[in-house]
């Protein structure tokens, strides 16, 4: 590695809003550098997780590191390749920090679109160079002339300096690693001083534990060398430093302004903390500054289907949560379903995708339940509560275009899907950000969900008195519709109290146990009728309703539609 000076090294990121290009402009960078063959096969490379594969989408960033020969000098190009999704946006600007530059792709069909936006000022912020990319340009429909005025327009970049490209067909994109050498520069760093790593992102490896990577910003790292953490003052003696080229590729060392992985022996969530600073032995730094964390926008509980699982599935979670480190993790407890988690995302898909990523990296089964947040209750008959759910504040205006609005609102209100209602509801452009204001009296009330009259814990939560009605009814129709049909009839109930408030039901499957019975005799059809009748009381008395995990997450959704 010693053979890439600073002043040939690069390091970038690639930023978009979803599907505009980003994964399929890194395979022809690849490819073109050497890092993956040639082949029609190369899809998505960078997008390695199951769940991105099954997708489409990339939701974790991805590094390599590729060696490009240009004009006789040999660079090291180190890309970053982000996700585009809003809920995985906390990837993108964790990204960034390790890069200068970064290229910003815009469909040549849709233009500038919300996260094209919130993604350029990431990087502005960061004060990267941003070198346009206008992808797509082979599609019938592309208008680049187009897309070029806006850019200039939204984000004052000369048009002249846009490269169309189309990453599909690989048209320009050499043009594109010519504009990284040219228009981003080399790092800032000190080779001479001692070693200053910041820990960008990691993953848990079973066989080798924490492997962290790393973006040199002063000194080298070499295996053997004994390294300290910043944040837990811990000291680890590194047992290999490498590059990902896509894959690991084990090198002697690493130097500043180079970006790569270490493994040095670090086993769980709490010593591999993303945002830390990693130096020498005996020879403290100023840590790097880190990342503001995440804030959860929707919560939800997870519990073990059995509980005899827990143990597994908790170090499960605090796997994930090492390459994932936007979620937020609090122990909670439930009667009926015992220990598990509440849970924080940063959006109903990021939800889903944890959920989708426990079940096929780690073979987990959880139940998904409807978040709980502590309540302290008075119990007293006065009537002491004010209706209204959210009171207004105050409104600023921060310049033309932006107003801040500050409201107090019940946690229980924009626990599950409110983020998500408000970015759809602004095309993306509203942005969101919430303090605890105390606990504040209100009214009010338990809800019980019953199947065939058994309450079923998981569903069971504590409503406004106002909104009661219908949350219970959305909830009975979601389960009525994510029930499976049954050889009895199954009532979905929603209650407060004794008070049933919203009911449906799912109709029996009638199964004709007189089909083998030709002809014969009435009291012959009659005993067979009485058994089926007979079993169906049994079936009822059992109350033995499977429902089904998506029945969760569709209750989960449930508070959108009131
Ligand atoms: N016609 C055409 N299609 C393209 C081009 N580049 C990408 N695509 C297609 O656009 C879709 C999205 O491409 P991706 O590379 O997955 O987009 P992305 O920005 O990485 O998406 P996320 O990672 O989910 O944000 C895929 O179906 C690609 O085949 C191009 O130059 N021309």
């Known amino acids: 590695m010693s053979r890439f000076s600073v002043e040939n090294t690069r390091n970038f990121s690639i930023i978009a809003h979803v599907d505009h290009g980003k994964s399929t402009l890194a395979d022809r960078l690849l490819e073109l550098t050497g890092a993956i063959d040639k082949t029609k096969n190369n899809k998505q490379v960078l997008d390695k997780l199951q769940v991105e594969r099954e997708r489409g989408i990339t939701v974790k960033a991805q590094t390599a590191s590729l060696f ?11 890309l970053i390749d982000t996700p585009g999704h809003v809920d995985f946006s906390y990837e993108v600007s964790r990204s960034l920090s390790a890069c200068q530059g970064v290229l910003l792709v815009v469909d ?4 500038i679109q919300a996260q094209t936006v919130a993604n350029f000022f990431l990087a502005f912020e960061a004060q990267l160079s941003v070198i346009p990319v206008i992808n797509k340009i082979d599609l019938k429909n592309a208008d680049p002339e187009r897309v070029e005025k806006q850019i200039e327009k939204v984000f004052d970049i000369p048009r002249n300096e846009c490269i169309k490209i189309s990453a599909k067909l690989g048209t320009n ?6 504009a990284v050498i040219e228009r981003i520069p080399p790092p800032k760093v000190h080779r001479k001083n001692s070693l200053k790593a910041l820990v ?11 492997i962290a990577n790393v973006a040199l910003f002063d ?3 070499s295996k053997g060398d004994k390294i300290v953490s910043a944040h837990t003052k811990k000291t680890y003696e590194v047992n290999e430093v490498g590059v990902l080229n896509p894959n690991e590729q084990p090198t002697h060392k690493l130097y500043a302004g180079q970006v790569g992985y270490l493994i040095a022996g670090m086993k769980d969530v709490t010593e591999a903390q993303i945002g830390d600073t990693l130096y020498l032995h005996k020879q403290p730094v100023e840590p790097l500054p880190g990342f503001k964390s995440a804030k959860p926008m929707v919560f939800a509980g997870m519990y073990p289907i059995d509980q005899s699982e827990y143990n597994n599935l908790k170090s499960a979670v605090e796997k994930l949560t090492i390459n994932d480190s936007s979620v937020t993790v609090h122990r909670d407890s439930s009667l009926a379903l015992g220990a598990g988690w509440r849970l924080g995302f940063l959006g109903l898909l990021h939800m889903e995708v944890f959920n989708q990523r426990l079940e096929q990296e780690y073979n987990a089964s959880v139940i998904l339940t409807t978040p709980t947040v502590p309540y302290k209750a008075v119990l007293s008959s006065a009537k ?17 275009n932006r107003v801040m609005l500050k409201y107090l609102f019940p946690l229980n209100e924009i626990v599950v899907d409110f983020y998500d209602s408000l970015k759809s509801l602004s095309s993306g452009y509203a942005s969101f950000d919430y303090e605890d204001a105390g606990y504040q009296t209100a009214e009010l009330v338990k809800m019980d969900i019953l199947l ?11 409503v406004h008195k106002d909104k009661a009605h219908s949350v219970g009814k959305v909830i009975c129709e979601r389960l009525k ?10 009532a979905i109930q929603a209650a407060i109290g004794s008070k049933i408030i919203a009911r449906e039901t799912v109709k029996a499957y009638r199964k004709n146990v007189l089909a083998k019975c030709y002809g014969g005799d009435i009291t012959r059809k009659m005993k067979l009728l009485k058994r089926q009748a007979e079993g169906k009381k049994k079936l009822r008395k059992i109350g033995n309703i499977e429902v089904p995990k998506d029945a969760f997450i569709k209750v989960l959704r449930t508070q959108s539609d009131k």
């Open 384 to 400: 002491l509560i004010k209706a209204r759910r959210a009171v207004q504040k105050n409104m600023m205006y921060i310049d033309q």
């Open 452 to 462: 065939n009259g058994n309450i079923v814990e998981e569903l069971v939560t504590i």
């Open 200 to 210: 960008f992102d990691s993953t848990f490896d079973q066989y080798r534990g924490v």
């Open 481 to 490: 519709d994510s029930l499976p049909r049954q050889l009895f009839e199954i």
């Open 108 to 111: 040549a069909n849709e233009g």
């Open 219 to 221: 000194g080298m790292v």
């Open 68 to 78: 490009y020969n240009c004009e006789g000098k040999q660079y090291l190009l180190n």
């Open 173 to 178: 994109v050499e043009r594109v690693l010519q």
